[in-house]
């Protein structure tokens, strides 16, 4: 082969090499231009709290089908008694949470259960983030305002942590995520603290609730974010444990306490309908199902009842 053939060749392979180069390129631009698919609004609950939202109710007789309710979406994030395999990404609805005689739940089952009953055509995604033995005084303070980043507690730090990756990770699902409420199960530990921990205890969770409200207004529904609190069992064994219930209970919009919030509801338990472990602290498996279900009639009475206004 002469010289100048061989040029000839080499300029042409060099050519369509560059051609390839430049059209895989273009896909590839393309394709990273694409857009996410739209799958459209989603309803978005938070959860808070901590062992008895953690998940302390050991499953025994729990019926097969709830331990995984699909239709509903859940983002955990990582903590103590959490399965680490389940935390930090999107995963449908299911048992998430074990101890040390074997896999819990906590009130996420319930809720969803009667959710999905009772709402079947919406989108629903849970974002959660619990932690045992923390009180609401300083572990959860929300510090006074979205930018007093240093009086925020550590698991109020980690949980708006984990709010926002939950909605960043609805969001490259290509979910337009709306915040429409809150569930909150937490208090036994500022009961068994000393008294004025206690007695703070109705001024710091109307504080708590504004706080969550306003840390999380762009995401916020229309109608603004609910908030469903469970109180503490009515057999607790602590102290101030009385206080601590009649501050939750003073915290519902219809109470007529001073410390009413406006689109509260409180679910009010009792030890027959809302059993314990022996322990008389944290649900069992039957007290856990019922406070999920009944945060939820609470969560959707109060959504009648903003639609109605």
């Not at 409200?213 to 207004?217: P, T, V």
């Given at each position: 082969m002469t010289n100048m053939?061989?040029?000839?060749l080499t300029r042409r392979n060099t050519l369509s090499l560059a051609v390839a180069v430049i059209a895989t390129a273009t896909q590839t631009l393309s394709l990273a231009a694409d857009p996410l698919p739209d799958k459209g609004p989603i309803s978005v609950y938070l959860l808070g709290g901590q062992s008895n939202m953690v998940g302390s109710a050991y499953l025994e007789d729990l019926p097969k089908d709830l331990y995984t309710i699909p239709e509903i979406l859940l983002y955990v994030g990582a903590a103590k008694f959490i399965k680490a395999e389940l935390a930090?990404?999107?995963?449908?609805?299911?048992?998430?949470?074990?101890?040390?005689?074997?896999?819990?739940?906590?009130?996420?089952?319930g809720f969803g259960e009667k959710m999905r009953e009772l709402s079947p055509s919406?989108?629903?995604?849970?974002?959660?983030?619990?932690y045992i033995g923390t009180n609401l005084k300083s572990d959860w303070n929300p510090g006074a305002n979205a930018a007093d980043t240093k009086n925020w507690g550590k698991r109020f730090t980690i949980f708006v942590n984990t709010v926002n990756s939950g909605l960043a990770?609805?969001?490259?699902?290509?979910?337009?995520?709306?915040?429409?409420?809150?569930?909150w199960h937490q208090g036994e530990a500022d009961a068994n603290g000393r008294k004025g921990v206690a007695d703070t205890y109705g001024k710091n969770l109307a504080h708590f609730i504004g706080r969550v409200?306003?840390?999380?207004?762009t995401h916020a529904s229309p109608d603004g974010i609910?908030?469903?609190?469970g109180q503490i069992s009515a057999t607790s064994p602590y102290k101030f444990r009385d206080t601590v219930r009649q501050a939750i209970l003073d915290a519902d919009e219809d109470s007529g306490a001073a410390l009413s919030v406006?689109?509260?509801?409180i679910v009010a338990t009792n030890a027959?309908?809302?059993?314990?472990?022996?322990?008389?602290?944290?649900?069992?498996?039957?007290?856990?199902l019922a406070m999920g279900r009944a945060m939820a009639d609470q969560m959707l009475d109060l959504e009648t009842k903003t639609n109605d206004d």
């Open positions: 053939k061989m040029m000839k930090d990404t999107l995963i449908p609805l299911q048992v998430h949470s074990t101890g040390t005689r074997g896999d819990t739940m906590d009130p996420s089952i919406k989108h629903i995604a849970l974002i959660k983030y619990a990770a609805l969001e490259a699902a290509g979910w337009k995520p709306e915040i429409k409420g809150m569930l409200r306003e840390q999380f207004a609910r908030f469903v609190a406006a689109n509260t509801g027959v309908d809302f059993p314990t472990l022996k322990d008389n602290i944290h649900l069992n498996w039957v007290g856990a």
